[in-house]
């Protein structure tokens, strides 16, 4: 089945925003066997909305909407809406009291322009939006499904978890689709690539294999249609056992969930804390960790020592090794781990200090430069990466290589 | 100047990547005067690709077309351009030329496959591709601009600043489009709407205000077309003057930057330091000023102190308070700012503290429960919010107000 997105509002149009809800709604789609034929981003423009409904239609059976539900002026989604389907709007008893209910949380008073987003076109059905005042919109109109949703990112996701896709699953027959992943960390795609190339090639035309890179992880993900799910999901096993026999240490785990929450739960399952010092990544593996439910069953807390001072203070680095070798020197971020695991008194303990950019750098160290300890029951490794001169994706593959040092520590850990 | 963007490429549509090339394309078109009209995702599939052409032929003067132009079978959007201009293949020796240098530079032999990629529909002009071995190509086809690069970002990036963008303003006389964004937190869009209503009345129909909301923050968009790019910005920025002096103290900063990047300028411009203890956000305030360049100018680093133990350990917390208060109290709260400003030695502190969940709520702290203070130069903010139940955006919830209360409390202070 084939299913059309389209986004309203000049945010996009004008670069202001990047469209990331589109990719996270075709994933899910895909998921769930309905492929994405087009996604057009048009203007808050009512003639322009009316056109790419219409053009869609032709090519799709369900249509997703986001953006332009809010109670201003410049929203313009719903009324165009209506206008598509020629109808007139009624006050939705269920989304008023949603409204209701959101503002007496926050204690404010409702406004008739908040009273005007239970007004809705009289051919649709609701789907609650308990994350905001915008009701979505399901319409069944000649054949075709409309679903309109707010374009905030996480009304729309939870509207598409909670209300959408189940909805979409009841009302149609979809193939069966197995989706299973294998997340692996530190090495190349096209390395990996090579090294199951023969599976690969064993894999019977209704399985496909994607490989799925993002700084330093790549996932390898099977995808196996057709009618019945047991069997699909038997051959599936198979292929990935093969491969996770095949690419040995690089493994970490057979879920698409992040690196972080499978250190999680392998620390969680095995009653291991962690604890950690940051310095040029500034509190961001801290923050991947504790975004996880749970995470302070593991994560006792750290510091984010991004002075020397602090590195001295809180973690107990020497003055005279800074002095001696510099903030960013293995020296230092020995120091660092060190002070994590005496004072934040945790099982393991990650460090990582060094140069993010763009500025900092010097000849001997030049921006990139990064130290990264992991320590804990005995074990220690120490390593130095160079990566490039982007601040941000410094300090993104600083964290994958600190999570993946991890990773391969608990590994020897648990022999 | 109306322009459209067509992508191809079925990575997009599956949701593999996200599609951040025409937000740059939208952001450097809008800078040179040309709005665009319409974004449109397609699959490799030359019906589809056909269709979306002539579309957008209806509706722009110039169709920018990226991705599809790769070496292998899946890419072909250069035999659907010729066939969509009626048009044959010629070599173009420029761009053979620049295969083959590619291709000695790493020592590669030159399959037919890659020569290959110096043919060309007949009616294009180059455009040289120097970080890649697909040329770029410019049509000129009944009045309307074509322009096919490849999908890899810098590769696109690269063609657009050095060929593109400057060839488009010597070919065309463009309108001045002017931006203003007032950024604003604290207050709901649709209380902000209401609040100048009379101000968005009066505007005449050459500026446009649009509301974008996110998470605690607004931003408010004026946007101007027209000739005279003086006069405009002149016409911009009185109403920008009205509503700021309306909206008062909600009002951040009058740019497009983050909210923690105004405070970081606002910081480094008075020379003052900043320190964060953080429990429930988990090291997420600190990412957020440390991801910006300069950011360590200002912040010194905090304790994300997620256990009780570390509280008292890094912060100073007294024992007595957690057992007679509670983690998530106003007096831990205050205790854990008073504890960061004195070990952390900064101008100003942040702490937070609270309940995220999914789990650990109570009767008396349910999950969304959050005490935040902010502090320095001898005064001090302390409150208490009540978010929601979802883990993610009560962390992203309490870094916004937090955020929020640090630029107040630095108002307070300059008067």
């Not at 057979?254 to 040029?280: F, P, V, Y």
């Not at 160079?386 to 520590?409: P, Y």
């Amino acid at each position: 089945m084939l299913a059309e997105i389209i986004t309203i509002g000049d945010e996009i149009l004008i670069g202001q925003i990047v469209d990331t809800n589109s990719a996270w709604m075709a994933r899910e789609l895909n998921k769930i066997g309905i492929r994405v034929k087009q996604i057009s981003s048009v203007s808050d423009d009512k003639d322009h909305i009316l056109k790419a409904l219409a053009e869609a239609a032709t090519r799709a059976k369900i249509i997703f909407i986001t953006g332009g539900l809010g109670p201003t002026k410049d929203d313009i989604t719903k009324k165009t809406l209506a206008e598509y389907f020629g109808v007139g709007f009624v006050e939705n008893k269920e989304a008023l009291e949603n409204v209701e209910r959101i503002f007496a949380k926050y204690n404010r008073p409702l406004l008739d322009v908040n009273r005007l987003q239970a007004q809705v076109p009289a051919n649709c059905e609701i789907i609650l939006n308990k994350n905001g005042t915008a009701p979505g919109m399901w319409f069944n109109h000649e054949g075709v499904i409309y679903i309109s949703m707010p374009g905030v990112p996480f009304e729309m996701m939870y509207m598409m978890e909670g209300e959408v896709l189940p909805k979409i699953m009841a009302n149609f027959k979809l193939p069966s689709i197995i989706h299973t992943t294998l997340l692996t960390v530190g090495e190349g795609e096209s390395f990996l690539a090579e090294r199951i190339a023969d599976i690969e090639n064993e894999l019977p035309p209704y399985i496909k294999l994607a490989y799925l890179p993002k700084l330093g992880q790549v996932r390898l993900r099977l995808s196996a249609f057709g009618e019945d799910e047991e069997s699909l999901q038997k051959q599936v096993d198979i292929f990935a056992g093969k491969i996770i026999e095949r690419i040995g240490a690089v493994f970490v785990v057979d879920k698409d969930i992040a690196l972080e929450k499978a250190i999680l739960d392998k620390m969680t399952e095995r009653g291991l804390t962690l604890s950690i010092a940051e310095s040029c990544t500034g509190g961001y593996i801290s923050h991947l960790f504790t975004q996880h439910p749970g995470s302070s069953k593991v994560f006792l807390g750290g510091g984010v020592t991004y002075s020397n001072g602090l590195k001295e203070h809180i973690l107990g680095v020497k003055h005279q090794t800074i002095e001696q070798f510099g903030a960013v020197s293995e020296q230092t971020v020995k120091e660092m781990v060190d002070g994590a695991l005496l004072n934040f008194k945790s099982d393991f303990a990650i460090s990582v200090t060094g140069v993010a950019g763009p500025d900092g750098g010097t000849v001997d160290k030049p921006v990139g430069t990064v130290w990264i300890a992991v320590s804990g029951m005995g074990k220690m490794l120490i390593k130095k990466y160079t990566f490039g001169n982007k601040r941000q994706q410094n300090i993104e593959r600083s964290a994958v290589m600190a999570l993946s040092m991890l990773n391969t520590l608990l590994t020897e850990v648990a022999d």
